[in-house]
Antibody, heavy 123, light 107 residues
Framework: QLQLQESGSGLVKPSQTLSLTCTVSGGSFSSGDYSWSWVRQPPGKGLEWIGL???????FYSPSLRSRVTMSLDRSKNQFSLRLSSVTAADTAVYHCARGFCGGSSCYLLDSWGQGTLVTVSS | DIQMTQSPSSLSASIGDRVTITCRAS??????LAWYQQKPGKAPKLLLYAASRLQTGVPSRFTGSGSGTDYTLTINGLQPEDFATYSCQQYYTTPPAFGQGTKVEIK
């Protein structure tokens, strides 16, 4: 059974870079049937998609965050990661990693999720 | 970008009730609509996709309907384990977008 687990710093100072890792067990990055996404949820707000990685390792980011986001894949460790630069208090959120099913022309149907990790931006 | 408007933001219901949550997209999404269930501290769970298709293992009391821009999630016979927050998502186009969520609470 596929499991995803987020890890990383829970407290980041303003203007610094947030770094998170998602460890995937019970699954593989080699299948073209799936993509790998990050989604966040600020306190009291709805879910916001951040970006995805295709199995090839190429990335696609939300236009609203594109200038600050970098995602990458480490097949040897079965992990993928998120870096978000120049953070502010508005980036405080629970960050989830998720697997997307690639059907038709979309890879955005998220069929498995991690439980999420809270990242607080504060000095 | 497509905006998703979900209503209500919260509701109170009793065990056995029928509950309906609606989601409206700012433009047509060709039934590329998913519903998720979230419980505090847990991973979100995919309930339905393609507006009305039940994900494997999800109880049949969850049903989805709709087309074009308007979609509905119905829970027939609310169970204790169904008290949670439900979110819709369009996966038709980039960027994918979620509704604000509906919290289902015990009356």
């Amino acid at each position: 059974q596929l499991q995803l687990q987020e890890s990383g710093s829970g407290l980041v100072k303003p203007s610094q870079t947030l770094s998170l890792t998602c460890t995937v067990s019970g699954g593989s990055f080699s299948s073209g049937d799936y993509s790998w996404s990050w989604v966040r949820q600020p306190p009291g707000k709805g879910l916001e998609w951040i970006g995805l990685l295709y199995h090839s390792g190429s990335a696609f980011y939300s236009p609203s965050l594109r200038s600050r986001v970098t995602m990458s894949l480490d097949r040897s460790k079965n992990q993928f990661s998120l870096r978000l630069s120049s953070v502010t208090a508005a980036d405080t959120a629970v960050y989830h990693c998720a697997r997307g099913f690639c059907g038709g022309s979309s890879c955005y149907l998220l069929d498995s999720w991690g439980q999420g990790t809270l990242v607080t931006v504060s000095s | 970008d497509i905006q998703m408007t979900q209503s209500p933001s919260s509701l109170s219901a009793s065990i056995g009730d029928r509950v309906t949550i609606t989601c409206r997209a700012s433009q047509g999404i060709s039934n590329s609509l998913a519903w998720y269930q979230q419980k505090p501290g847990k991973a979100p769970k995919l309930l339905l996709y393609a507006a009305s298709r039940l994900q494997t293992g999800v109880p049949s009391r969850f049903t989805g309907s709709g087309s074009g821009t308007d979609y509905t999630l119905t829970i027939n016979g609310l169970q204790p384990e169904d008290f949670a927050t439900y979110s819709c998502q369009q996966y038709y186009t980039t960027p994918p977008a979620f509704g604000q969520g509906t919290k289902v609470e015990i009356k």
